[in-house]
């Protein structure tokens, strides 16, 4: 299971109300826990959360990680540097649980966010929502338009296939900080390769 640590209870609420999927009491069915974007989130508040969850599920292996910044992918496959976003002026949008972690890691990148437009969660993106980000993107000046990968997956066949201004995504990788030989082990140990 993956909880973010920044916002690792979902405002106390399912969703539509809060972030959580599920109630917290499913975590007692859990075997692991991931918790993410430990570097958004100090380390005093990632280590009460941890005692938390071993009053909730004692014994559970509990794995800390990050959202580690790839590159960027562009319309046409190109690929843009990390280092090529220091400066830009982008305009980024997304429609995720916690929209903020990504303005953050825009931010952390260097890029200049001329406007952040959030959608709900699992928002159906429409033709008119591409072009409004575009009009919009262009009314400020934009270099780039960002979104996450998740988006990316919702927009991409209704992207227009040229265009002035390009739209692109945040490639991003998971990396662990600590606990990813136990989360090895386990998967192993459940479904042993032969």
């Known amino acids: 299971m993956a909880i973010d640590g920044t916002e690792p209870f979902g405002y106390g609420r399912m969703l539509p109300a809060g972030l959580l999927r599920e109630p917290v009491s499913a975590l007692g069915r859990a075997d692991a826990i991931v918790l993410t974007r430990c570097d958004q989130a100090d380390k005093?508040?990632?280590d009460r959360l941890e005692t938390k969850l071993r009053l909730i599920k004692p014994g559970v292996i509990i794995a800390r990680?990050?959202?580690?910044?790839?590159?960027v992918k562009a319309v046409g496959g190109r690929i843009i540097g990390l280092e090529r976003l220091k400066g830009m002026r982008v305009f980024a949008f997304c429609g995720i649980g916690n929209p903020?972690?990504?303005q953050d890691t825009i931010k952390t990148l260097g890029a200049e966010?001329?406007?952040f437009e959030v959608f709900n969660d699992h928002h159906h993106y429409k033709e008119q929502?591409?072009?409004?980000?575009y009009q919009r993107a262009v009314a400020g000046s934009a270099e780039l338009i960002l979104c996450t990968?998740?988006?990316w997956m919702n927009i991409r066949s209704i992207l227009p296939v040229?265009?002035?201004l390009p739209f692109a995504y945040l490639s991003v990788e998971l990396e662990f900080l600590r606990g990813r030989d136990e989360i090895i082990r386990l998967i192993e140990g459940r479904w042993?390769?032969?």
């Open 44 to 46: 005093s508040s990632l």
């Open 192 to 194: 042993p390769v032969n």
């Open 162 to 164: 040229e265009s002035d």
């Open 113 to 115: 966010v001329v406007n």
């Open 129 to 133: 929502d591409v072009e409004g980000i």
């Open 65 to 71: 990680a990050v959202h580690c910044p790839l590159c």
């Open 149 to 151: 990968s998740k988006d």
């Open 100 to 102: 903020m972690s990504f």
